[in-house]
């Protein structure tokens, strides 16, 4: 049996296969934190040039799916919602570590809007298969 590499890329988890933007979309702060930590946009122009180098060459695969999320806030909620079962299962032992509070899931989750929009805007248009999910992470087409 022939072995295929396939990826699944999923709203603010897999960027492996993302495209950079275009240099004037990275004019403007997406979200509160990139214009108080990134004014003058020297991050972003650095991550859309891994984009557009090194990072590009680093996966080889046969076949791309995209589970799209229906917005950016709904990747927020679902990995608030992963840090409460995290926090779930430190407090009753079944793990160790530390879950992140709400105010520092929504910080984390801030550095993964700009790129975030994009694939759900652009990679659309050309992956392998796209797979839309409602908010509740049910398939809808």
Same mark, same amino acid.
């Given at each position: 049996? +022939? ?20 240099? +004037? ?11 108080? +930590? ?104």
């Amino acid at each position: 049996m +022939e072995q295929r590499r396939v990826a699944e890329s999923g709203g603010a988890g897999c960027y492996d296969h993302a495209r950079p933007q275009p240099d +004037e979309a990275l004019e403007t702060p997406v979200n509160a934190l990139e214009d108080d +930590e990134d004014p003058d946009g020297i991050w972003r122009r650095y991550a859309n040039g891994a984009l557009r180098g090194h990072y590009r060459g680093l996966f080889n695969l046969d076949a791309l799916i995209l589970l799209a999320a229906p917005s950016f806030d709904a990747v927020y909620r679902w990995r608030l919602q992963q840090e409460h079962a995290l926090a779930a299962d430190i407090a009753a032992g079944r793990r160790g570590g530390r879950a992140m509070s709400d105010a520092e899931v929504a910080r984390f989750i801030r550095f993964y809007q700009r790129l975030t929009g994009h694939i759900l805007r652009e990679m659309p248009g050309w992956a392998d298969l796209v797979v839309r999910l409602d908010a509740d992470r049910k398939v809808i087409s």
